[in-house]
């Protein structure tokens, strides 16, 4: 293109509406409007700033240029060097003579800016995000009509980076509910709902040579420890068991706390390996709930939990009825546990609890 050609004020806001009307992001709005912006005032090179203030660091975002004088997208400079920050320092915000105004502007000497015409864009709250600017490397006069359509596009601008944001929030708002729904609060492991719903994922998806195992986990004796220390203790195991849990998992297992005192682990192996496999996770398991915890108030020896293991069938298709299964198999172990602890009764319990001795300075 070597010319632009003014439009009657009627068509440009007949092509703005247009515009606005179909813009959902930021550069959908942006590019038209820069293409609007130069046929408004006839400057070849139009474009938008964003500030990272923190870096002070001012970046062409979006830019159009249709003559010899290119601002190309990506460029950016100290904030404090710009052409941007010297008109919004001097409330100048037209020139058309850029090297006897701003003699010391390095960056707009090297791009060959002559002509220069800006707008601050700004949010609902009065916070900078940038500028929208036109310039030439000829000397062009401006009239005021063209002035006031650059700070209309600047203001449409200003709103369309807040809805945006916006929106980013309350997506971000919407996830960390999501993440809260499906995250046990003391533990941060997933709760009971996140496992069912990732069982049910993996049984849609499940390969016939692969396996499901599913363990479920009961802490015997937690509520005399709960009882005797208060909850705050009792959320202090319970958070180091999630800790060993996590240390003991593989890649592609899960860990979840289901209920006050119970965990449960899902895994996957080899259908020919998962009845070793299962036994296998059992154990290590039971290794990693047993042994000695300190908490703030006590020292505690613990024996370790009931662990009940299941390998799911091919054909499995309830997550739920699989997790009873595995409830199932940790009863199981409970009374094989308390059987034997019947024949060889521990003098002191199972659970070996102890005071935790003060520090003497």
Known sequence: MNHLTRIAPSSLLGALVASIAHAHTLEALARPLLELLQTATGLESTYLTRLDEPAGVLAIQYARNTRRLTIPEGLSAPWETTLSKHALDAGRFYTDDVGSCWEDCKIARSLGIVTYLSAPVRGKGGELFGSLCAASDERKPLTEAAINYLALFAQLIGQQIDRERLLAALQQANSSLAMTALTDAVTQLPNRRALLEEMERRLASHQDDRALIVAHIDLDDFRPINDRFG?????????????????????????????????????????????????????????????????DTALIDYEGASVGVIVAEADSSSAQALLNKANAAMDTAKRARKNKEKIAPMPTGRAIIRYKWPVIE
């Open 231 to 295: 909850h705050e203790a009792g959320d202090q195991l319970l958070q180091t068991i999630a800790k060993r849990l996590r240390r003991m998992l593989r890649n592609g297992d899960m860990a979840a706390r289901i209920g006050n005192d119970e965990f449960a682990v899902l895994a996957a192996e080899q259908r020919i390996k998962a009845a070793e496999a299962a036994i296998a996770l059992s154990r290590r398991l039971e290794g990693a709930t047993r042994g000695r915890f300190k908490l």
